[in-house]
T-cell receptor, first 115, second 110 residues
Framework: GAGVSQSPSNKVTEKGKDVELRCDPI?????LYWYRQSLGQGLEFLIY????????KSGLPSDRFSAERTGGSVSTLTIQRTQQEDSAVYLC?????????????FGNGTRLTVT | DQQVKQNSPSLSVQEGRISILNCDYT??????FLWYKKYPAEGPTFLIS?????DKNEDGRFTVFLNKSAKHLSLHIVPSQPGDSAVYFC?????????FGQGTTLQVKP
């Protein structure tokens, strides 16, 4: 079946602009996660959703970052007033349920470049 | 403060030999541990996992070892193959989210 789909695959934006990143999880997966990987760094947790609610937003770097999920499916990550340090690969993942023993299925990511 | 550390950024191994990737963690409350593999321009893919009640889990050429007293996790790949060349991330389960290490780039030379 279809995996996790992310769009766009690449995004170049000017500093100060807003961007929206989209994630389509695997159908039926209730848990959805956002991570980012900056150049030379590991995967940094941003936020996760259980259904449409976000029990843990602790990884969002600043109030310029927000995310929502509607209908228990598609999620969007919005970055307002982008800064150069926001440049990274933003990865979305889903799993059937929230739980430590439920492996995450990742999309291929959105590479964001802020110029 | 990093809760999960992979201290070796890179590892080079000859084809057919064993690859050993290491991971250390700080919180003894973590109870689930995973390894992911990542190729360039792709998302990470799940490789193998282990729960805290075990000290070893094996799946084909891949074996994960857990030493809880040392808070140390390792992944053994034997025999290593050129197609195993990728970035390997360890991850620990913590209240619904996974915390990842920085990754180790494995190169398997033919």
């Amino acid at each position: 079946g279809a995996g996790v789909s992310q769009s766009p695959s690449n995004k170049v934006t000017e500093k100060g602009k807003d961007v929206e990143l989209r994630c389509d999880p695997i159908s039926g997966h209730t848990a959805l996660y956002w991570y980012r990987q900056s150049l030379g760094q590991g995967l940094e947790f941003l936020i996760y959703f259980q259904g449409n609610s976000a029990p843990d937003k602790s990884g969002l770097p600043s109030d310029r970052f927000s995310a929502e999920r509607t209908g228990g499916s598609v999620s969007t990550l919005t970055i307002q007033r982008t800064q150069q340090e926001d440049s990274a690969v933003y990865l979305c993942a889903s799993s059937p349920v929230v739980g430590d023993n439920s492996p995450l299925h990742f999309g291929n990511g959105t590479r964001l470049t802020v110029t | 403060d990093q809760q999960v550390k992979q201290n070796s950024p890179s590892l080079s191994v000859q084809e057919g030999r064993i690859s050993i990737l290491n991971c250390d963690y700080t919180n003894s409350m973590f109870d689930y541990f995973l390894w992911y593999k990542k190729y360039p321009a792709e998302g990470p893919t799940f490789l193998i996992s282990i729960s805290s009640i075990k000290d070893k889990n094996e799946d084909g050429r891949f074996t994960v070892f857990l030493n809880k007293s040392a808070k140390h996790l390792s992944l053994h790949i034997v025999p290593s193959q050129p197609g195993d060349s990728a970035v390997y991330f360890c991850a620990v389960g913590n209240t619904g989210k996974l915390i990842f290490g920085q990754g180790t780039t494995l190169q398997v030379k033919p």
